[in-house]
């Protein structure tokens, strides 16, 4: 058994898969949940190891998925790169125009 914050943290993100199965599907797609959950748990107990915050990042889930979808390719050789689109240059803030750039 691990430490108890991971087993809560787990646990919570199980109970939140379970009520929002539709968002689930949109995550992992043909990747079994069993299999899902138990990636998420091992990877929970690897950051606390290294002393690192248990919670979960976006990145590591992606990978967790990726790992599972391609189980032939090491994930820790892909490189995950966040793309963020701007529909426009400045934002018109009561403080006047602000660039985004």
Same mark, same amino acid.
Not at 31 to 48: I, M, T
Not at 67 to 85: H, N, S, T
């Given at each position: 058994?691990?430490?108890?914050?991971?087993?809560?943290?787990?646990?919570?993100?199980?109970?939140?898969?379970?009520?929002?199965?539709?968002?689930?599907?949109?995550?992992?797609?043909?990747?079994? $949940?069993?299999?899902?959950?138990?990636? %998420?748990?091992?990877?929970?107990?690897?950051?606390?190891? @290294?002393?690192? =915050?248990? &919670?979960?990042?976006?990145?590591?889930?992606?990978?967790?998925?990726?790992?599972?979808?391609? $189980?032939?390719?090491?994930?820790?050789? %892909?490189?995950?790169?966040?793309?963020?689109?701007?529909? @426009?240059?400045? =934002?018109? &803030?009561?403080?006047?125009?602000?660039?985004?750039?």
């Amino acid at each position: 058994m691990g430490n108890v914050d991971v087993e809560i943290y787990v646990s919570q993100l199980i109970n939140f898969f379970e009520n929002n199965p539709n968002d689930l599907m949109e995550l992992i797609g043909d990747v079994q $949940k069993d299999e899902f959950y138990v990636k %998420l748990r091992e990877r929970c107990e690897e950051n606390f190891e @290294k002393g690192e =915050e248990i &919670t979960l990042t976006k990145t590591q889930i992606v990978e967790v998925v990726l790992e599972l979808k391609f $189980k032939e390719l090491p994930v820790k050789d %892909l490189k995950i790169d966040m793309v963020i689109e701007v529909d @426009k240059l400045f =934002e018109k &803030t009561k403080f006047g125009l602000i660039g985004l750039n």
